[in-house]
């Protein structure tokens, strides 16, 4: 497959503030890419966008060019969930930086507890960032995407094709991120877009050690899972994979590969004979997830970012 040079290019990452979507931007920038930054906690933003702007002023410098070439890199405070903030925050990219080339919609959070256990409303709150901030993402960047000819890299997860207790609103918001890429890929294709999706299974990202910090018994269920989905991956090297795979235009990045495999075995990892295996072991944990949530006392991670609703964290 034919690599694109990200030189020059104009990539938007939502959920930019920390995990995979900082570090794919930074790994974005470090390929010639034009960044905007685009998520909540505005001071984290904000010293992402300087560090990037600091290193491509010297870059300049050591050139021979001028060391005060304007920023290539900017940053908006926005909630996927908004799709006014969103609109405000492309048209500020556009502006700034001239169109957009590539998007990567990764802003995502995870909720504590069980459908008996646990606040409904969290439910809502996952699938509404996971899955409709997506779609949002989309909507206010497809003008931009078309006419660039661009890509949309759509992050799904190892859990659009496979479940565990405690992740059913994430688990559910994953596999329609997955399949609302599929559809849009065909819808776009004829226009020159590429879309693709991104399933990652255990990142090295706040979101994961929060989890485990959070509820043990999640943490014991992860290390007994077989390979690979029991296996961890560096953010720096989660991040690099997605943007091997903007500059390919994939159609699908797995986090290891090996989780392609995962993929092509979803009637296995969803079907009767999993629910036995897995269904075996959740009639003692969930039990003591459930107790652990109750005790936790709040629906998010703690490095999950809050306003007056809750907001997403990547």
Same mark, same amino acid.
């Given at each position: 497959?034919?690599?694109?040079?990200?030189?020059?290019?104009?990539?938007?990452?939502?959920?930019? /503030?920390? #995990?995979?979507?900082?570090?794919?931007?930074?790994?974005?920038?470090?390929?010639?890419?034009?960044?905007?930054?685009?998520?909540?906690?505005?001071?984290?933003?904000?010293?992402?966008?300087?560090?990037?702007?600091?290193?491509?002023?010297?870059?300049?410098?050591?050139?021979?060019?001028?060391?005060? /070439?304007?920023?290539?890199?900017?940053?908006?405070?926005?909630?996927?969930?908004?799709? $006014?903030?969103?609109?405000?925050?492309?048209?500020? &990219?556009?502006?700034?930086?001239?169109?957009?080339?590539?998007?990567?919609?990764?802003?995502?959070?995870?909720?504590?507890?069980?459908?008996?256990?646990?606040?409904?409303? /969290?439910?809502?709150? &996952?699938?509404?960032?996971?899955?409709?901030?997506?779609?949002?993402?989309?909507?206010?960047?497809?003008?931009?995407?078309? $006419?660039?000819?661009?890509?949309?890299?759509?992050?799904?997860?190892?859990?659009?094709?496979?479940?565990?207790?405690?992740?059913?609103?994430?688990?559910?918001?994953? $596999?329609?991120?997955?399949?609302?890429?599929?559809?849009?890929?065909?819808?776009?294709?004829?226009?020159?877009? *590429?879309?693709?999706?991104?399933?990652?299974?255990?990142?090295?990202?706040?979101?994961?050690?929060?989890?485990?910090?959070?509820?043990?018994?999640?943490?014991?269920?992860?290390?007994?899972?077989?390979? @690979?989905?029991?296996?961890?991956?560096?953010?720096?090297?989660?991040? &690099?994979?997605?943007?091997?795979?903007?500059?390919?235009?994939?159609?699908?990045?797995?986090? @290891?590969?090996?989780?392609?495999?995962?993929?092509?075995?979803?009637?296995?990892?969803?079907?009767?004979? *999993?629910?036995?295996?897995? #269904?075996?072991?959740?009639?003692?944990?969930?039990?003591?997830?459930?107790?652990?949530?109750?005790?936790?006392?709040?629906?998010?991670?703690?490095?999950?970012?809050?306003?007056?609703?809750?907001?997403?964290?990547?």
């Amino acid at each position: 497959m034919t690599s694109q040079s990200l030189a020059g290019k104009t990539v938007l990452v939502t959920g930019a /503030a920390r #995990g995979i979507g900082e570090h794919t931007a930074r790994v974005a920038a470090a390929r010639g890419a034009r960044v905007a930054l685009v998520g909540l906690e505005p001071e984290r933003l904000a010293a992402v966008a300087r560090d990037l702007n600091a290193g491509a002023r010297d870059l300049n410098a050591g050139a021979g060019a001028s060391a005060d /070439a304007g920023d290539r890199h900017v940053w908006y405070e926005c909630d996927v969930t908004d799709q $006014a903030s969103l609109e405000q925050a492309v048209r500020g &990219t556009v502006e700034a930086l001239g169109g957009i080339d590539a998007v990567v919609a990764n802003a995502g959070v995870a909720n504590r507890g069980t459908i008996a256990v646990g606040d409904i409303e /969290a439910f809502v709150r &996952t699938v509404d960032v996971n899955l409709i901030g997506v779609m949002r993402t989309v909507g206010a960047t497809v003008e931009h995407v078309i $006419a660039s000819r661009g890509y949309f890299l759509l992050v799904s997860s190892a859990a659009a094709f496979t479940v565990l207790p405690g992740m059913a609103a994430y688990c559910a918001s994953k $596999a329609g991120v997955e399949q609302f890429g599929n559809a849009i890929r065909l819808e776009l294709a004829h226009r020159g877009v *590429a879309v693709g999706t991104a399933h990652p299974v255990w990142i090295d990202t706040d979101m994961v050690r929060d989890a485990k910090d959070d509820l043990p018994e999640f943490g014991d269920t992860l290390r007994k899972l077989p390979w @690979p989905l029991n296996t961890y991956t560096s953010v720096e090297a989660c991040a &690099t994979a997605f943007v091997d795979g903007i500059e390919r235009r994939r159609r699908r990045i797995y986090v @290891p590969r090996a989780i392609a495999a995962i993929q092509a075995l979803r009637t296995i990892t969803t079907g009767p004979i *999993a629910d036995a295996i897995v #269904g075996r072991a959740a009639r003692r944990s969930v039990p003591l997830m459930e107790e652990q949530v109750r005790k936790l006392g709040r629906a998010f991670g703690a490095h999950t970012a809050t306003s007056a609703t809750t907001r997403e964290r990547s």
